[in-house]
């Protein structure tokens, strides 16, 4: 039996502008995503023994039949291929559910690219990020190893060199908020008084996320934490991670997360998850 273990990195926007619905029913949008030192980890196993597919997962919260994005990857590529997978797939859960990290997006994406390299089956990247665009809008950034640029309504994809590797610091209430409610919900959707939405100018660009109008609007908590983490001497941006519920802190200096997740812990709740990490650089060349 083949078996290999695949990383699957969550993501962060550092930019995330939307421009309006389309016919099609998604937001056009322009973003510039990066992976995260955070990751889920897929083992994936060929069993010659059936064509069945078994998902497990150490976090008993997720589905893990045909709904789930994961088990939908493996049904795309045998449609694509004209073939059937026997396989087992353990999913160790590392990235929080419904965080605007990405997580499910990865997971499908580290199986499309697991498949390819664990039967051969010779794709390329263009062919498994157009394989990954009918999973969702963020599943095909994943297919490639590089911070990109992303339009359309996300599988538009740029490469873009950023070799630069940013510290963060990640904070989630004890929430989480579903990307569809946030887009849905952000065309009538207004700014709340006191709270800053402007773009924090950055070497690398400038940061700023028009989902937070709507996402600020209904989870108080997440405008109150941004202006206190930027009052804070270890941040150097904050900003809603995608849709949200995770905070992004961008770290004035690498050693300052700890001391700042403490600090922000004792003020709003030590059922705050955190982590304490950095954006993953590289390039296609």
Known sequence: MKK?????PAKTNLWLRVFGKREDGFHDLETRMVALSLADQLTLEAVTSTEEVFL???DARLETGEENLAIRAVRILEDH???Q????IHLEKR?????GLGGGSSDAAAVLKGLNQLFQLGLAVDDLSALAAKLGSDVPFFVYDSPCDCRGRG???SPVEMNEELPI???KPAFGITAAWAYRNWENSIEIPGVSYVPQVCPWGALINDLERPVFEKFFILPRLKMWLLDQPETHAALLSGSGSTMLVVLAEADGGERLAERMKARFGHSMWTYVGHTLGGNMG
């Open 95 to 99: 990235i929080p559910l419904a965080a």
């Open 155 to 157: 599988e538009m994809i």
């Open 169 to 171: 610091l990640l904070a």
């Open 81 to 83: 291929c004209d073939r």
């Open 4 to 8: 290999i273990e695949i990383s699957a």
């Open 85 to 88: 997978f026997g396989l087992r």
């Open 56 to 58: 497990s997962c150490n």
